[in-house]
């Protein structure tokens, strides 16, 4: 059975997307996005029907958002509650690629460019 790419996804489906999968056991790591959802107002899915969760893929963005500002950037759990509360949507989306970019990096690079245009 396909799916439409709009459609909701489940919590396996959306561990997949986010690379949530011990590497060892090859088991879905479905209770980190529970996890999420109770510390981040940010990372609630969209459905709930019959005990299940469904996330839109606005959902699936904040919980990337969240897995790379976590695991990439190194950022405490308190250090990701303040940048999402501050930022709104807390992210851009760089159209062309489909990455996530943080907007703390985006703020830097704009600084240095303009420091670059002073020098020359």
Do not use: P
Not at 34 to 59: I, L, P
Not at 60 to 66: E, G, M, P, Q, W
Not at 76 to 97: A, G, I, P, Q, Y
């Amino acid at each position: 059975m396909n799916k439409k790419k709009t459609a909701f996804k489940t919590v396996g489906e959306v561990c997949q997307i986010l690379g949530l999968v011990d590497n060892i056991t090859g088991r879905k790591k479905t209770y980190l996005l529970r996890f999420w959802e109770k510390k981040f107002k940010q990372a609630k899915c969209s459905v709930v029907h019959n005990g299940r969760r469904y996330y839109s893929d606005d959902d699936i963005k904040v919980l990337h958002t969240i897995k790379t500002l976590l695991n990439d950037e190194g950022l405490t759990l308190n250090k990701v509650k303040r940048v999402l509360n501050k930022k709104k949507l807390k992210t851009e989306v760089d159209s062309k690629d489909d990455k996530y970019i943080n907007q703390e990096r985006v703020e830097k690079i704009k600084k240095i460019i303009n420091e670059i245009k002073n020098i020359i």
